[in-house]
């Protein structure tokens, strides 16, 4: 079945660093990619989309590019702001799944001090 | 505003209790779905809802039931409550030709 693997958390970084965050995925069919934001306290908010091969998904200077050839999407953000701390979701979903459900990975926390 | 709405934000019951956890949604979607959140393990889809009077099973079905009614509204019914159902619940909606979901903001469950 379908699959998403997330870099274990937490990520903790200076404000101003560079921010990659992994994510890899496993699929039977051709899936759209997402990155979901959750800030604490909060439900799951859309960050970027990608839906097709090498699309570059792009939000509040997050950007994510769709890489069929490494089966890979990740997150990165050339200069992280204290307001970015929140956890951050890859999820993935298959357009031939019936269900239409969004298979998640398990989540990576990023921590950014001032 | 565009938005979806759950009831109750935070909920401690007892084992057996019977509980209902409401959601609803005004943007006229087809689709909705109920996920739980633990840690570690991200969200994972427990039933959802392609339309009126259409349910189906998700990864993660047993111990819940849910009912599509209208189409605004997709309740999840927890008949039986035991501690292994203590999780963060989320809803969340989207139309039929889109696979972007709208997720609500959650409801926080602890089962004694």
């Known amino acids: 079945g379908d699959s998403v693997t997330q870099m274990e958390g937490p990520v903790t970084l200076s404000e101003e660093a560079f921010l990659t965050i992994n994510c890899t995925y496993t699929a039977t069919g051709y899936p759209s990619l997402f990155w979901y934001v959750q800030y604490p306290g909060e439900g799951l908010q859309l960050l970027l989309k990608?839906?097709?091969?090498?699309d570059k998904g792009s939000n509040k200077g997050f950007e994510a590019t769709y890489r069929k050839e490494t089966t890979s999407f990740h997150l990165e953000k050339g200069s992280v702001q204290v307001s970015d701390s929140a956890v951050y979701f890859c999820a993935l979903s298959d357009r031939g799944a019936g269900r239409r459900a969004l298979t998640f990975g398990s989540g990576t926390r990023l921590q950014v001090q001032p | 505003e565009a938005q979806v709405t759950q009831n109750p934000r935070y909920l401690i019951t007892v084992t057996g209790k019977k509980l209902t956890v409401t959601c609803s949604q005004n943007m006229n979607h087809e689709y909705m779905s109920w996920y739980r959140q633990d840690p570690g393990l991200g969200l994972r889809q427990i039933y959802y809802s392609m339309n009126v009077e259409v349910t189906d099973k998700g990864d993660v079905p047993e111990g819940y039931k849910v009912s599509r009614k209208e189409k605004r509204n997709f309740p999840l019914i927890l008949e039986s409550p035991s501690p292994n159902q203590t999780s963060l619940y989320f809803c969340?909606?989207?139309?039929?030709?889109?696979?972007?979901?709208?997720f609500g903001p959650g409801t926080r469950l602890t089962v004694l």
């Open positions: 990608a839906t097709k091969a090498d």
């Open positions: 969340a909606s989207s139309l039929m030709g889109s696979n972007e979901q709208f």
